[in-house]
């Protein structure tokens, strides 16, 4: 069955990373019909659903953070499951050399990239066995963006803003909402959480990670823990983060509760929180033949976004002003920038991720930055016949791990503005207030719909740390982001978190007796 089941694996690799399923396209088009035209939450679902149209036609992957690939396999008594582990691996490096998934298996030491997306401890495969005739797998793939925002609780403890957290329904309920408000739009919100109660430290967030694989449409069969599902999914969207943390009516579009048993002197609540490119996927496989007999996550209506052709240039009508850059830009137009402007940048940018800031400090940058656009991103590159570099899919990566470079980096090469996702700190924000800078919100995860917006590719330098971390040049036309940092000392992202912190003391009193 080798053939046959390389084939299944790889199919369910490119699906999943290629094709949302119907259960989370419905919830994201209720959060769009709950947005009000005009606002910077309902442009950010346009870009969104217009990213995952593209994703569809392209057959490209919908963000380009493949994320750490897990599988969760369930195979009849006799299957051998190393025959599976091998089909998986050959199924992995084919599906990263036609660009499906972007090489993210790095050393944990060097940093270096293995560059087929194997290595010690990826892909994670799971296997339990079961009394079923076929092999049931399937795969998340969740990206670093969210994965940084899991959180796990070891109660009794303190939350700000909830206060106490006891040995309870109700201390569980506060971790829960804490842990929406902690992740802010950082984790490329609206997102969905998986929640594990009980366990120890590991099998607390193996429970909650486990949540991720139910369909949103389910239903908890424990009736205390339906009752705190429904209380979450009504209650965190009044906190306001919004969609990419811009404020806004859906924070999150689904909650899923396990429970597991603990010993006495622990009680964790690990949280898993995933972003709205909430990729996974099941097959069912002939046991005998390796064959596909059935794609599951298929039930219900499934949303076609090509339908609904808003543009994602539906701009924020009569509330912000647009503006066009192109680089090298002067201080000067900088300084004219105010939160909440929708940037629309044409010409040159170029990326940089962690090694980039890293080795930034302390080396002369490859070309010259002064006026210049640093984009957050990490592309999936593929080279075409001809041998030329094309973009797959080009999305904004976290900013706030840059936090201690940023500002003196800018500082340093006179770069004027940052593009990337879930905003940076004080120490940015300071450094762009000194120095005449802005930090522009790009939407995460919408890595087909900024790839359309680079037109060429005109050099990459530094491709010693590997193709996600190199600096590639980039020449964009039509490139749209949000001004949410900006060099009067303001941030968006400071004045959502604030807000979302109030709302949140509202939840403080208890609730399940
Ligand atoms: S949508 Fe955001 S959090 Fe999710 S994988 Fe993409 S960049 Fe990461």
């Not at 940076?424 to 939407?443: D, F, R, S, W």
Request: proline share 3%.
């Amino acid at each position: 069955m080798t053939e046959a089941l390389k084939k299944s694996m790889y199919d369910l690799i490119v699906e999943t990373s290629t094709k949302l399923p119907k259960d989370v396209r419905r919830a994201i088009a209720a959060a769009k019909a709950k947005e009000n035209a005009g606002t910077r939450a309902a442009m950010s679902l346009a870009t969104i659903t217009n990213n995952i149209k593209m994703a569809d036609e392209n057959i490209s992957p919908i963000c380009q953070d493949t994320g750490m690939p897990t599988f969760k396999i369930k195979t009849p008594v006799g299957v051998n499951q190393i025959e599976i582990k091998k089909a998986i691996y050959w199924a992995i490096e084919e599906a990263t050399k036609d660009g499906k998934l972007r090489p993210n298996s790095v050393d944990s030491l060097t940093g270096a990239n293995s560059g087929d997306n194997l290595g010690a401890g990826t892909p994670v495969i799971k296997f339990e066995q079961w009394e079923n005739d076929y092999i049931d797998a399937r795969l998340i793939l969740k990206g670093g963006g969210c994965e940084n925002k899991n959180i796990q609780y070891s109660l009794p403890c303190e939350l700000e803003g909830l206060g106490r957290a006891g040995r309870d329904l109700d201390g569980i309920r506060k971790c829960v909402m804490h842990s929406v408000y902690q992740a802010q739009g950082q984790g490329c919100s609206a997102g969905v959480i998986g929640v594990g109660i009980g366990g120890d430290r590991t099998t607390g967030y193996e429970l909650a990670k486990e949540q991720l694989f139910r369909s949103l449409d389910d239903e908890n069969s424990n009736e205390q823990l339906k009752e705190l599902e429904e209380y979450v999914m009504e209650n965190a969207n009044k906190l306001g983060i919004g969609t990419m943390g811009f404020g806004g009516e859906t924070t999150l579009l689904g909650c899923k509760v396990g429970v597991i048993n603990r010993i006495p002197a622990s009680f964790f609540v690990s949280v898993a929180y995933n972003c709205w490119a909430y990729r996974r996927l099941g097959i069912k496989i002939n046991a005998a033949t390796g064959d596909v007999t059935e794609w599951l996550y298929q039930e219900g209506e499934e949303i076609d976004f090509s339908e609904q052709a808003e543009q994602a240039e539906d701009k924020v009508a009569n509330k912000t002003r647009e503006v066009v850059l192109q680089a090298p830009i002067t201080e000067e137009q900088i300084r004219e920038l105010k939160v909440g402007d929708v940037v629309t940048i044409n010409g040159m940018m170029y990326t940089g991720r962690d090694a980039i800031h890293k080795h930034l400090t302390t080396n002369d940058a490859p070309v010259d930055l002064d006026g210049q656009i640093i984009y957050h991103c990490g592309p999936v590159m593929l080279k075409d016949d001809a041998g030329n570099w094309k973009v797959a899919a080009a999305g904004p990566t976290t900013s706030i791990r840059e936090e201690p470079y940023q500002g003196d980096i800018m500082k340093k090469f006179g770069i004027r503005a940052v593009i990337g996702k879930g905003g940076m700190g004080p120490k940015t924000l300071a450094a762009l207030q000194e120095h005449g800078g802005v930090y522009l919100n790009a939407i995460g995860g919408a890595a087909q719909y900024y790839a359309d917006c680079i037109k060429s590719v005109e050099g990459v330098d530094l491709m010693q740390f590997g193709i996600p971390e190199a600096m590639w040049h980039l020449k964009v036309e039509g490139f749209t982001a949000v001004v949410t940092m900006d060099s009067h000392g303001n941030s968006l992202h400071a004045d959502v978190d604030k807000s979302s912190l109030e709302k949140l003391e509202q939840f403080k009193e208890p609730v399940f007796k």
